[in-house]
């Protein structure tokens, strides 16, 4: 194989993430929970259940990151009325206060990535990645 798409994209997946995790370390955030504070942040309310469908892992994961983003103050489950086995997700005050902020690092980190494409290339990769 001559060229391997996917060995690209790992590469670029990692390196995006060293950049993810060193930007939010000033909030006390890791890579792996960005994906998860940024949804609530952007739908309130997800059931668990939905938050791991929405951000693409396992349960078990997606549970380990909820109760960790849960212990340092940025986001609270509460049960949900009608479904009493599910647990409806909802951001701190703490967490609004640092979305912008943190959406202001992810951005930095996207025009780092695409510094040197035009803005039709930009489009283009955007639109294959996609596909992909």
Do not use: W
């Not at 939010?24 to 668990?48: D, H, K, R």
């Not at 380990?64 to 086995?85: H, I």
């Not at 780092?112 to 990645?129: F, I, K």
């Amino acid at each position: 194989m001559a060229n391997c798409v996917g060995r690209v994209l790992t590469r670029l997946a990692r390196k995006c993430q060293i950049a993810v995790g060193n930007a939010l370390q000033q909030y006390n955030l890791t890579a792996a929970e960005e994906p998860f504070l940024m949804s609530v942040l952007n739908n309130e309310g997800l059931t668990q259940e939905e938050l791991t469908a929405y951000v693409g892992v396992d349960k078990a994961a997606a549970s380990r990151t909820v109760r960790s983003l849960e212990e340092k103050g940025f986001l609270f489950r509460v049960q949900d009325p009608k479904d009493k086995r599910q647990n409806r997700v909802y951001p701190t005050d703490k967490a609004k206060e640092i979305g912008p902020l943190v959406r202001k690092e992810l951005y930095k980190i996207n025009l780092a990535l695409t510094a040197d494409l035009s803005q039709e290339e930009d489009d283009r990769v955007y639109h294959l990645l996609e596909r992909i």
